[in-house]
């Protein structure tokens, strides 16, 4: 009987064991599905970006599923400029953005972040980087968790230039040789002014900030409003201009 009952107490406690093994890898796989498909059902595009993928007499568009290319027609483009996009967000929902910079005169590329994250993808411009050899000066950039992204790249590449939308960096880069220039929203509610305004100390001295007056934070893309931000009193069309008119001319000056 003895032997008997510590049998079955090695029994009931083996099945105590396996119960929680199977509960924690249910839990575990739960956590990832749900992260999985949050992560893959980003925000946009909305149909002023799908518009934008068109090629035309100013800019040559060629759109694949990993990246988004837009070349200036007739024009020599020395510089380039990378984008990451924000967190979740389309990278189609930057295509009326990066055509109107193109149209600028730049060579303009949206980089598609694994699970639309560029958390994942900090280093994808230098893959864009290596295939256009003869662009002279290169930029990256990014919204929101694309910023951070893209100042890390900067930082650890050596490129010209790091444009910051609604974004700014997580570490230290104010003793780089880079030129900044950060674009933000004054009711922004998820990338604030203070977030902004208070790293000010952690990029360079001669760094570029412009201020958006009204504009918020779903309006530096194209893919509708965002939960947790404020409603922008100027249009998405005259929040963009600023954008493209800011970027163009900071591109210009590299």
Same mark, same amino acid.
């Given at each position: 009987?003895?032997?008997?009952? @510590? ?26 599905? !749900? ?8 925000? $946009?595009?909305?149909?002023? &970006? ?93 919204? !929101? ?9 900067? &930082? ?10 609604? !974004? ?13 220039? !950060? ?18 100390? @952690? ?7 412009? @201020?958006?007056?009204? $504009? ?39």
């Amino acid at each position: 009987m003895k032997k008997y009952g @510590k049998g079955f107490k090695d029994w009931i406690t083996s099945s105590k064991k396996r119960t929680i093994i199977v509960v924690v890898l249910v839990a575990v796989v739960l956590i990832i599905g !749900s992260f999985l498909t949050w992560a893959l059902t980003p925000r $946009g595009p909305m149909d002023e &970006a799908a518009d934008a993928l068109k090629s035309d007499q100013e800019v040559t568009v060629d759109v694949s599923s990993n990246r988004l290319v837009f070349e200036p027609n007739n024009q020599d483009h020395e510089t380039g400029f990378v984008i990451y996009p924000g967190a979740r967000v389309d990278f189609r929902s930057y295509a009326p953005t990066a055509r109107d910079i193109a149209a600028g005169g730049f060579l303009v590329v949206v980089e598609k972040m694994p699970l639309n994250l560029a958390v994942f993808g900090q280093n994808a411009a230098a893959e864009v980087i290596d295939e256009y050899p003869d662009v002279k000066r290169w930029a990256v950039g990014g919204h !929101s968790l694309g910023g951070v992204m893209a100042a890390r790249f900067a &930082a650890e590449e050596g490129v010209n230039g790091l444009v910051l939308w609604a !974004s700014y960096p997580d570490q230290d880069i104010s003793n780089k040789n880079i030129s900044v220039i !950060s674009i933000y929203g004054s009711r922004d509610g998820l990338t604030t002014v203070e977030d902004v305004e208070g790293r000010a100390d @952690k990029l360079p001295s001669d760094t570029e900030f412009v @201020k958006i007056e009204g $504009g918020n934070h779903a309006q530096f893309g194209w893919y509708g409003d965002q939960r947790g931000d404020e409603e922008a009193t100027i249009t998405r069309e005259e929040q963009q201009q600023v954008i493209v008119d800011s970027t163009v001319e900071f591109l210009a000056k590299l």
